[in-house]
């Protein structure tokens, strides 16, 4: 944890995102007496920002929590230097909320909040699972739910954390570098890094299985967790994304009284992508 402080960088991403940042993402850890919310932004080449960590305070059977939740997950717009914004609950980004021990609280949210990009997740019992499985239905209500293999997702995000820079804030950094902002307090690091690995063998072969200490506070690694795995879901485009942000920035300078041009209607139809992501 300590190794990790002394990287923290500074960027701010309310008020502006790093220009690396493609699309965001947010993973939700449920307790019995409060939520924690990891916001993430990613882009090219696997690498990944830290951008906000938020403690919602409230019991999962009381309707006031999941109203705080979507309030504070509602007021995450983030401007980019292309001029584009991006937002949770819009097109492009995903949040996956924990659903292991209080589904019955959990599904009925992400089920009314499924439009907007909302998806309930569990663990899967599987020690060599993927990070993300295929996507099952429950009962009632007919919620969305993913299953997760969190063993290979924090073999993922130990293995990243052990990145680092070649030279102090330069530009090139290794494929899936971890970038961690003030966000990232001693007592997150704590519970980002407190797991240990357990080698086990699954038919014949050796895999690691994660341990949380007793005692220790593991949600903001089961939040990036989450987080990852909605990347995945997304499979983004990157190509795609930052055309369409290019283009939204055009539109936005063509609007200025000061710089507007006559433009040409494209009449070509749809090509199915929105965004870099599949209609």
Same mark, same amino acid.
């Given at each position: 944890a300590n190794a990790l402080l002394d990287r923290i960088e500074d960027y701010k991403p309310r008020e502006e995102l790093p220009g690396g940042v493609l699309i965001i993402t947010a993973g939700v850890d449920v307790q019995k007496r409060y939520l924690e919310v990891s916001v993430w932004g990613w882009g090219e080449n696997k690498e990944s920002w830290l951008l906000e960590h938020q403690m919602i305070q409230g019991a999962p059977d009381d309707p006031a929590t999941w109203s705080d939740? $979507? @309030?504070?997950?509602?007021?995450?717009?983030?401007p980019h230097p292309s001029g584009a914004t991006l937002a949770l609950f819009q097109p492009g980004s995903r949040i996956f909320v924990d659903a292991g021990h209080w589904? +019955?609280?959990?599904?009925?949210?992400?089920?009314?909040? +499924?439009?907007?990009?909302?998806?309930?997740? +569990?663990?899967?019992?599987?020690?060599?699972?993927? !990070?993300?499985?295929?996507?099952?239905?429950?009962?009632?209500?007919?919620?969305?739910?993913?299953?997760?293999? !969190?063993? +290979?997702? @924090?073999?993922?995000?130990?293995?990243?954390?052990?990145?680092?820079?070649?030279?102090?804030d330069s530009a090139d950094v290794a494929p899936g570098y971890v970038h961690l902002n003030r966000a990232a307090t001693h007592q997150y690091l704590d519970g980002l890094t407190c $797991?240990?690995?357990?080698? $086990?063998?699954?038919?014949?072969?050796?895999?690691?299985r994660y341990v949380c200490p007793t005692g220790k506070r593991n949600e903001p690694l089961d939040c990036f967790v989450y987080a990852l795995a909605a990347r995945v879901a997304v499979n983004p485009r990157f190509d795609r994304v930052k055309e369409n942000m290019d283009r939204k920035s055009t539109k936005t300078r063509s609007k200025d009284p000061q710089t507007k041009k006559?433009? !040409?209607?494209?009449?070509?139809?749809?090509?199915?992508?929105?965004?870099?992501?599949?209609?």
């Open positions: 939740l $979507e @309030k504070f997950l509602g007021s995450c717009s983030y589904d +019955q609280h959990v599904l009925p949210w992400t089920f009314s909040k +499924q439009l907007l990009g909302v998806a309930a997740v +569990q663990g899967s019992p599987t020690v060599n699972a993927p !990070v993300l499985g295929k996507i099952r239905y429950a009962s009632s209500p007919k919620a969305r739910i993913y299953p997760v293999g !969190v063993n +290979q997702a @924090k073999d993922i995000i130990y293995s990243r954390l052990s990145l680092s820079l070649s030279a102090k $797991e240990f690995g357990k080698e $086990e063998i699954f038919r014949g072969e050796s895999f690691t006559r433009t !040409v209607r494209n009449s070509r139809k749809s090509s199915g992508f929105i965004g870099g992501f599949k209609r």
